[in-house]
């Protein structure tokens, strides 16, 4: 059982680099954002030592996660999206996680 959404994410990032370190593995991710009801479907597969999750949200809109500085206890994940394939990428949150100590 997880302590902490932070703790059920970081388990979840460190099995999709785990399966990523083995080959090519794309990895499919839906979610609904509970504040804003917000349903996106992503496809993430990691890119060098990153993971990036790229789909379209229930808006329309592009979308990219990228999650970066992985290590066993922390990432920087980095939300972004766009209107078109033709519009660069805005940044539209970022977070900092960290395990913490329960």
Known sequence: ???SSQDMLLSCMARLCAS???GSVAGI???LTP??????RQIGRAEGKDIVQIGDDSRGLKTRWRFTEITAN???WIGEERSSE??????TYEHLAR????
């Open 20 to 22: 990523s370190i083995l």
């Open 29 to 31: 991710s839906s979610g």
């Open 99 to 102: 395990r913490t100590n329960s």
């Open 74 to 76: 922390s990432f920087h």
């Open 1 to 3: 059982m997880f302590q």
């Open 86 to 91: 033709s519009d660069p990428w805005q940044i």
């Open 35 to 40: 504040l804003n009801q917000d349903y996106s």
